[in-house]
């Protein structure tokens, strides 16, 4: 199965023997690259088709834009600006927390409790200055191609039931392919799928008081937690799973989500189904509002997308640096 196209279905992944169950672990010919080895030189030249006005979306909010945000330790960076000479400027951030705003999540953000990291890489190899399923893999070969939004604020404001951010609502795999059905619109091999809610401007739009009651309460709108979703993102090929809310799947867990045993530290998080155990990298907190505004505008629901993260040697992620290109 190393070094072509060919990989098995979910189903076939989770009756790999031992550790090896319901992981990627030694089918890509690139081991430490992950599903962005779904992306080929094929479906890179593919995805030009999908520009086609050169309308340009940065998908990054600032990086000050979530204070306070959901996370209990990440806060806003601190910009300085100074000067050597009446005629020079340079800066520097102090407190700059790499997945505060807009970011890509890295393969050495997770490990699977009950089987370490990606590809059993040993747990002492992740640590500063290592490369070892580092961010780095990702910005010396960034990661290209086409991406499809799926619009389920826009689907369920339609039906008249807008998403309950407030109560954190999960949202099912059934929802998502509703929403697809809806648009007309289908996936491929090597997309990145972006799932448009609403939430992160819904809570950018918070007075400072509503937002940290929000983050007390640990409620956050995301994919609901489910063994169905995990394979349907892998059947599918996708390189990247972003969305515009905190965590991609919702805070809390949902009561039954099939992992409250495998990822006990995560209290049934996907997490570590996604990162750890299939070497899917998520995208989080990303700005897909206006993209997605235009989209609905033109009934064109796929971009050019390109993710290029910091170069920072064992970095566990970084700002995504997300463009889309229509």
């Known amino acids: 199965m190393t070094g072509d196209q060919t990989y098995p279905q979910f189903a076939e992944l989770l009756g790999r023997a031992a550790e090896l169950s319901g992981t990627s672990w030694g089918l890509f010919s690139e081991a430490t690259r992950g599903t962005p080895s779904f992306t080929t030189p094929d479906t890179i030249l593919e995805a030009r088709h999908s520009i086609r006005s050169g309308t340009v979306f940065g998908l990054d909010y600032p990086a000050d834009a979530f204070d306070p945000g959901m996370s209990l330790k990440r806060g806003a960076p601190r910009h300085t600006i100074y000067s050597s000479h009446p005629a020079h400027r340079d800066d520097y951030l102090d407190g700059y927390y790499l997945q505060g705003s807009s970011q890509i999540d890295g393969l050495r953000h997770r490990r699977a409790d009950d089987v370490g990291f990606y590809n059993g890489t040993a747990d002492e190899l992740i640590t500063e200055g290592t490369p070892d399923l580092g961010i780095q893999e990702w910005a010396e070969q960034p990661i290209a191609g086409r991406g499809v939004l799926v619009d389920l604020a826009g689907y369920r404001d339609g039906t008249g039931e807008p998403i309950d951010h407030a109560g954190g609502e999960p949202l099912t795999l059934d929802l998502i392919h509703a929403a697809l059905a809806a648009q007309s619109v289908s996936t491929r091999p090597g997309d990145v799928l972006l799932l448009h ?14 937002k940290q009651s929000l983050r007390e309460s640990r409620k956050a709108t995301g994919v609901a937690q489910s063994q169905e979703f995990v394979a349907w993102a892998w059947d ?16 809390p867990a949902v009561p039954d989500s099939p992992y409250r045993e495998s990822a006990f530290n995560d209290h049934g998080m996907m997490h570590q189904q996604l990162l750890a ?3 899917m990298p998520l995208g989080e907190l990303w700005r897909l509002g206006p993209l997605a505004r235009h989209m609905r505008s033109t009934a064109t629901w796929d971009a050019f997308i390109t993710i290029k993260p910091l170069n920072i040697t064992g970095g566990t992620g970084s700002p995504a640096n997300a463009t889309a290109i229509m």
């Open 197 to 210: 809610t609403g939430w992160c401007e819904w809570f950018v739009a918070l007075d400072p008081d509503e």
């Open 236 to 251: 599918s090929r996708f390189a990247v799973v972003a969305a515009d809310t905190f965590a991609v799947e919702c805070l």
């Open 277 to 279: 155990k299939l070497g």
